[in-house]
């Protein structure tokens, strides 16, 4: 049954947007964050080095633009703390369970619509068609109960998916608009150069 879900999911991938594990999304984009912020550090303390040797040699050199990289770092890092912590909402594992009408099958299904178990009780060996029915309407069953908890988790969390787009496009403009301003800064800097007379 798992080969058949993976092989549906791999199937319609070209017509909707593929799963992901939130987890790994989230560490890529600390590790991402993280390297950002050591790489523009670094970059700003070059320039500020540079700086001092040309006023030292008599290049008239006026002050570098300030950028607090931690801000646009820390921004980030408060959204994708609140979504980690709604996905962590609830100390039990998040499964799902369904059961045949006769309660001869039963199947429990955990995120990812992975089929954790299934249990098959003696009465559900008595013919081949029943069978097939109850396992089916199991597993469609602890699905459906999946996908309700789970909306339940992110109601409760009072996390909202398209809140949490419109927070992070509308970061990603603030942040770009700042480092577009401070390398127009930069740039004046540079520009202005000159020996001192």
Known sequence: MNAALDDFRSRRLGTEVPEFDLREVIADLRKANEQFKHDMNQRLDFAAEVSAQLRQSGVKVADLPA????????????????????????????????EAPRGS???????????????????AMRGTVELERDVVTAVN???????????????????????????????????MARLESYFRSLSDVVNGIEPER
């Open 67 to 98: 950028l607090n990289v931690d801000d646009m770092i820390d921004e980030v890092t408060d959204v994708l703390r609140t979504v980690d912590e709604a996905r962590n909402l609830g100390e039990e594992e998040l499964t799902g369970t369904g």
């Open 105 to 123: 099958v039963r199947a429990v299904c955990v995120p990812g619509n992975r089929l954790k178990s299934l249990v098959l009780d003696a009465r």
């Open 141 to 175: 069953a602890a699905l459906d109960d999946l996908a309700t908890k789970t909306r339940d988790r992110q109601a409760e969390s009072g996390i909202d998916p398209e809140a949490i787009r419109k927070q992070l496009g509308q970061l990603r403009e603030r942040n």
